[in-house]
């Protein structure tokens, strides 16, 4: 199972990658649109500059076409490979029917691909099945409409285990810690986590309580 951090906001990715629990990016036009105004292609940049000081040489990287006109999918995503040259660096593309051809020509050009917005079953399946490195569940999107996210995630994992698929599953949309622990005991290959969550994740009263009650006992002890 994988942690990836939702987000392009450098200060977060940096907090992130220093603690080593970080093994790729997601990014999305709305993600972006988060942080200051800037060069889109220098912010991308400065994040594969950030993954490069820790080493991690070629993380998942996730940039997403911002056109939903096939052609245009397929330059922007070819410029970005060649403006980027970063080895990680996946393609996110929306899952529909046109885009399937977008995914299946970026991947005869050998561009690692992440379709993205799935909702469903059958939308992640095909996306599986057209060639996609990453298929993306939004977990809290299904929810919103009243869809049970955890049992599509588990059949997606179950018939991409069955076709022997090696797509794979990211859940992102996250709105909660139950979204994340639902989601990996569910199957997800990575979940792709908001940084607001890493602290809670690594955080409960009771270990608050009992790391201060050995410190203070074993102060007492010393005196
Ligand atoms: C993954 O990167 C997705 O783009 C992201 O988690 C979507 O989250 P949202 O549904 O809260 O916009």
């Not at 942690?3 to 906001?9: E, G, Q, T, V």
């Not at 988060?34 to 500059?49: A, L, Q, R, V, Y």
């Not at 490979?81 to 929306?94: A, C, D, Q, S, W």
């Not at 399937?100 to 909702?119: F, Q």
């Amino acid at each position: 199972m994988k942690i990836f951090i939702d987000s392009a906001n450098l200060k977060d990715i940096e907090e992130a990658l220093k603690r080593g629990f970080a093994s790729g990016i997601t990014t999305n036009p709305s993600i972006l649109a988060k942080e200051k105004k800037c060069d889109f292609k220098e912010h991308i940049h400065k994040i594969i500059s950030l993954v490069r000081e820790f080493g991690l040489r070629d993380i998942p990287l996730s940039v997403e076409v911002f056109s939903t006109e096939p052609d245009e999918m397929v330059r922007q995503a070819e410029q970005f490979v060649k403006e980027f040259r970063y080895e990680g660096l996946n393609i996110k593309i929306p899952i529909g029917w046109d885009e399937l051809s977008v995914i299946k020509r970026l991947k005869d050009k050998g561009i690692k691909v992440n379709c993205t917005c799935c909702m469903s079953y059958n939308q992640a399946i095909m996306a599986a099945d057209a060639g996609s490195d990453f298929v993306s569940l939004f977990s809290g999107r299904i929810r919103d409409i009243g869809y049970n996210s955890t049992a599509v995630i588990s059949a997606v994992k179950r018939t991409l285990a069955d076709w022997e698929c090696p797509s794979k599953i990211i859940v992102g949309s996250i709105r909660h810690i139950a979204d994340i622990n639902e989601a990996l005991q569910a199957g997800a290959d990575i979940v792709t986590v908001p940084p607001k969550f890493f602290t809670q994740m690594c955080s409960h009263p009771k270990t608050t309580e009992v790391v201060n009650q050995f410190i203070t006992d074993f102060r007492e002890w010393l005196e």
